[in-house]
């Protein structure tokens, strides 16, 4: 077998993710002091940028953490012990709001809408009645465990109408698909770097409402580091600041990262992400195998398909990467070996997308599955095709 040191490799899951080339040349240049101006006005063309992304005109708290960091922040700033919360989960990360929530003394009303499934506000709306005087709710906008994408909006109202604040975990959603923070009244939404935004890991950002700063405030303590009051204030200073040092190599390269976002336009981005996914769809329906979860034309954060029962379905991902170099996402948990994932959140295009489907094809022949090589490859070249899509990645 071919050394796979010596295999050019391609990474398709669904973060990390790859970094554009001027986004790592950015970050390899010298280090800047985080008190000097280069650095300050670096910092602060991030902050004015990043709110575009989050539909929002709150401020956009940085922390250096992963994107996890951001809602252990959300839990460590609304939480109070003994407050009865609710969780809307239907995958693994949403089972993280739990487990936050029990690690900051909640007492938890947990609600399952099962791996792959959206959310029903309805179901939201009875959890919220048999659990009078819940403040908070916790849900997921993108579950990359299934790539389930909820309706935000809709699962806002309930928690409104409840006088309950509503937590949203947008780490693989953030610019892949629409957030629109201030429109669909979400109150706090919290995100990473190593997504969409197309950096590396290590960046952490909470978008916070002024009623759920408010809610902070009143609490203070049980926290330190991610203290949002702590760094909105900092962040809010002329010139801005960070409370501790930032992560200076990292803000280098999303700096650049923004820039790319605002010269190709968000709504650009949000269409590209939706043609990558609406070609793996139609790949997966050419060589007859099922999506996961519901039929949802806005779940293009990536694509999960449903692995043929007769081959060892955990065997696919390990293939591809060590065979073919291209680095796909198994399943999570109860998923593990059932479903393949292909991500189309960050810097991919077209090619990207044709070239995880190619290896997707070749690894289940390999294991015995029959298929009719190139059948999912051309469905999604018809599909670009068709959009207009020039030979170039990823726009």
């Known amino acids: 077998m071919t050394d796979p040191a010596f295999i050019k490799q391609y990474l398709m899951a669904a973060g990390p993710t790859p970094v554009p080339p001027e986004v790592s040349q950015a970050m390899a240049e010298p280090v800047l002091y985080h008190r000097a101006p280069a650095f300050i006005e670096l910092y602060t063309r991030c902050l004015k940028r ?10 956009i708290l940085c922390f250096a953490s992963s994107g996890t960091g ?3 922040s959300a839990a460590a ?9 609710v969780v809307a989960s239907c995958g693994k990360f949403g089972e993280r709001w739990q487990e936050l929530g029990d690690a900051y003394g909640a007492e938890v009303a947990f609600h399952d809408a099962c791996w792959g499934q959206n959310v029903d506000p309805a179901d939201l709306e009875r959890v919220l009645a048999e659990n009078d005087g819940a403040e908070l709710v916790f849900a997921t906008l993108s579950e990359s465990s299934t790539g389930v994408v909820n309706d935000a909006g809709a699962l806002a109202e309930v928690a409104h109408a409840h006088g309950a604040l509503i937590v949203l975990d947008a780490v693989s959603a953030l610019g892949a698909v629409p957030v629109r923070q201030d429109e669909l009244a979400l109150d706090v939404v ?4 190593q997504k969409a935004l197309m950096c590396p890991p290590g960046l952490a950002f909470a978008s916070a409402s002024a009623p759920a700063l408010a809610r902070a405030a009143e609490s203070p303590g049980r926290r330190y580091y991610f ?17 501790f040092t930032p992560a200076v190599t990292l803000f280098m390269g999303l700096d650049v990262a923004l820039g790319q ?5 968000l709504e650009a981005v949000f269409a590209r992400h939706a043609l990558n996914a609406l070609a793996a769809r139609a790949a997966a329906a050419a060589l007859e195998l099922e999506r996961f979860g519901p039929d949802d034309d806005r779940a293009n954060v990536l694509t999960a398909i449903r692995l043929p029962e007769a081959i060892d379905g955990a065997k696919v991902p390990k293939l591809m990467r060590e065979r073919f170099g291209i680095t796909v996402a198994g399943g999570q948990g109860q998923l593990k070996g059932k479903i393949v994932r292909i991500a189309h959140c960050g810097y991919y295009g077209a090619f990207d997308t044709l070239v995880a489907l190619a290896g997707l094809e070749m690894a289940l022949r390999e294991l015995g599955h029959e298929v009719e090589l190139g059948a999912g490859v051309g469905a999604a070249q018809r599909v670009f095709l068709e959009a207009g899509v020039p030979a170039g990645s990823p726009a």
Do not use: C, H, Y
């Not at 990043?50 to 401020?59: R, S």
């Open 190 to 193: 919290v995100a990473g770097s």
């Open 227 to 243: 203290d949002w009051n702590k760094a909105a204030a900092g962040q809010r200073k002329d010139p801005p600041d960070s409370p």
């Open 50 to 59: 990043l709110p575009t992304v989050f539909g929002t005109d709150n401020d």
């Open 261 to 265: 976002i605002e010269r190709e336009g």
């Open 77 to 85: 700033n609304l939480i109070r012990p003994g407050d009865r919360v």
């Open 70 to 72: 951001a809602m252990e």
